[in-house]
């Protein structure tokens, strides 16, 4: 079996309680509270740029240029794909996107770039891919379970987050044989630290969605302060 197969199956708990969380349920239903979406929109709108600096941290570490140019081709799809799907929940709220731009990440989203950084900074090219790769991997499976499971049809207002993610099969093949190419050349040692990167990462998409809906926030919030 191939080890991306075995995170896949290894985690699947988390994959299901993803799937079936209330602010993935009313991304399909098509009913979002506008609190919840404006908190999602603001905190991945910065979890973005961390994901986008921990990619650079990546490539800082890397030791190979096939590598470099995968983490480029990455960080590419970071900086343009996403902003199609965050325009949809915009439009949703009716607010403009740069009005919910420059925030800083609640605790939960704060913990997962960190946690991404650490694996970046510290770990092997294999490491820093098990950690990044539950970020497209989830928003995948999550496309694709909405657009089998409601009618997404034209008018439906999340039709083109959906399809957004629906159609990323490829991208996340691509990270999967990337992945599998240094798992085949790893340690034990190193492989065990890939799995827990990866679980960990999970978790914390999961934990996202749970801070989005209910609009967590550090306590007594000083934006001057608490923004980096
Ligand atoms: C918390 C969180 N997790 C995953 C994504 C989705 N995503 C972020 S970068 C990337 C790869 C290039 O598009 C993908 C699929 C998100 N937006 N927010």
């Given at each position: 079996m191939k080890f991306s197969e075995e995170l896949k199956l290894e985690n699947e708990d988390i994959f299901t309680l993803i799937k079936n969380h209330p602010f993935v349920e009313g991304i399909g239903k098509g009913i979002l509270s506008v609190d919840a979406v404006r908190h999602y929109v603001q905190a991945d709108y910065a979890y973005l740029n961390g994901f986008m600096k921990t990619i650079g941290s990546a490539i800082g570490n890397?030791?190979?240029?096939?590598?470099?140019?995968?983490?480029?081709?990455?960080?590419?799809?970071?900086?343009?794909d996403e902003i199609q799907a965050h325009l949809c929940f915009c439009e949703y709220i009716?607010?403009?996107?740069?009005?919910?731009?420059g925030q800083p990440l609640p605790p939960t989203g704060d913990h997962y770039v960190k946690h991404m950084m650490y694996h970046a900074q510290t770990g092997t090219t294999g490491e820093a891919?098990?950690?990044?790769?539950?970020?497209?991997?989830?928003?995948?499976?999550?496309?694709?379970?909405?657009?089998?499971?409601?009618?997404?049809?034209?008018?439906?207002?999340?039709?083109?987050?959906?399809?957004?993610?629906?159609?990323?099969k490829q991208d996340v093949e691509e990270m999967c044989e990337r992945l599998d190419e240094h798992a085949r050349h790893a340690s034990e040692k190193e492989k065990a630290?890939?799995?827990?990167?990866?679980?960990?990462?999970?978790?914390?998409?999961?934990?996202?969605?749970?801070?989005?809906?209910?609009?967590?926030?550090?306590?007594?919030?000083?934006?001057?302060?608490?923004?980096?």
């Open positions: 890397a030791n190979h240029r096939n590598d470099i140019a995968y983490f480029s081709a990455l960080m590419q799809f970071s900086l343009h009716n607010v403009n996107y740069e009005d919910l731009q891919i098990s950690a990044l790769l539950p970020c497209p991997w989830t928003y995948y499976e999550i496309g694709k379970y909405l657009n089998e499971t409601w009618q997404v049809s034209d008018n439906h207002p999340f039709q083109i987050w959906i399809q957004c993610y629906a159609n990323t630290s890939m799995k827990i990167a990866f679980r960990k990462s999970c978790q914390l998409e999961y934990l996202f969605w749970e801070m989005a809906m209910s609009t967590e926030e550090w306590p007594s919030l000083k934006e001057d302060i608490n923004n980096e």
